[in-house]
């Protein structure tokens, strides 16, 4: 259990749905994440959150709407996805923003696996 | 450029030790973090080392840290089954608010 929960853990949808991923974190942190983790291929960094602002939007496609309604809160919402959106989308959350002087460490939910057919 | 490399695979006997290495490219990395992923999972912080220690110990596990060629490595002592999955190296690097992760090892342990 490391404080912060995602749900659904397993998730299918059609092309045509709409769906959200929800992520919830209890550690008081500030600074949340969305990750997506494909088979052989590096995390990649989604968005970055602090303080619910969006700080970090790495060339994500807008079939992807993130939502951060309070530091607890982050919401992937979904629409129109493509099969290769299919992965393991990972929240995350750390105390504070990472920067070269802070050892903020990053804690990661146990993932949603979602499947586009 | 950021760039983290890892091996993609290394199995070792029930007991025997296992070193996981990682290369980097970004010097200006302050931070290195050492990941594992079990089957199903999210990632699990393991440790992490200051840019400035060259070694971390923390019970089986001891992180070497290699500034100079900018190589870091994990080893586990009598390494167990339930040390199989999937590690990750990842650093703070030069840009903020991310870490980058490598393409992560696979550790079998063979009993």
């Known amino acids: 259990e490391t404080g912060v929960t995602q749900t659904p853990r397993h998730l299918v949808m059609g092309m045509t749905n709409k769906k959200s991923l929800k992520c919830e974190q209890h550690l008081g942190h500030n600074a949340m994440y969305w990750y997506k983790q494909s088979a052989k291929k590096p995390l990649e960094l989604m968005f970055v959150?602090?303080?619910?602002?969006?700080?970090e939007n790495n060339s994500v496609p807008s079939r992807f709407s993130p939502e951060c309604p309070n530091s607890s809160h982050l919401f992937l919402h979904l629409h129109t996805l493509q099969p290769e959106d299919s992965a393991l989308y990972l929240c995350?959350?750390?105390?504070?923003?990472?920067?070269?002087?802070?050892?903020?460490?990053?804690?990661f939910g146990e993932g949603s696996w979602l499947t586009v057919v | 450029g950021e760039d983290v490399e890892q091996s993609l695979f290394l199995s070792v006997r029930e007991g025997d030790s296992s070193v996981i290495n990682c290369t980097y490219t970004?010097?200006?990395?302050?931070?290195l973090y050492w990941y594992k992923q079990e089957p199903g999972a999210g990632l699990q912080l393991l440790t992490y080392i200051f840019s400035n220690m060259d070694m971390k110990q923390d019970q089986r596990l001891t992180v070497l840290l290699n500034k100079k060629d900018k190589h870091l490595s994990l080893r586990i002592a009598d390494t167990q089954t339930g040390d199989s999955a999937i590690y990750f190296c990842?650093?703070?690097?030069?840009?903020?608010?991310?870490?980058?992760f490598g393409t992560g090892t696979l550790l079998a342990v063979q009993p």
């Open positions: 959150y602090s303080l619910e602002e969006r700080v």
């Open positions: 995350a959350s750390s105390e504070g923003l990472l920067t070269l002087h802070s050892g903020n460490t990053i804690y």
């Open positions: 990842a650093e703070n690097g030069g840009a903020t608010n991310k870490l980058i």
């Open positions: 970004d010097s200006s990395s302050t931070y």
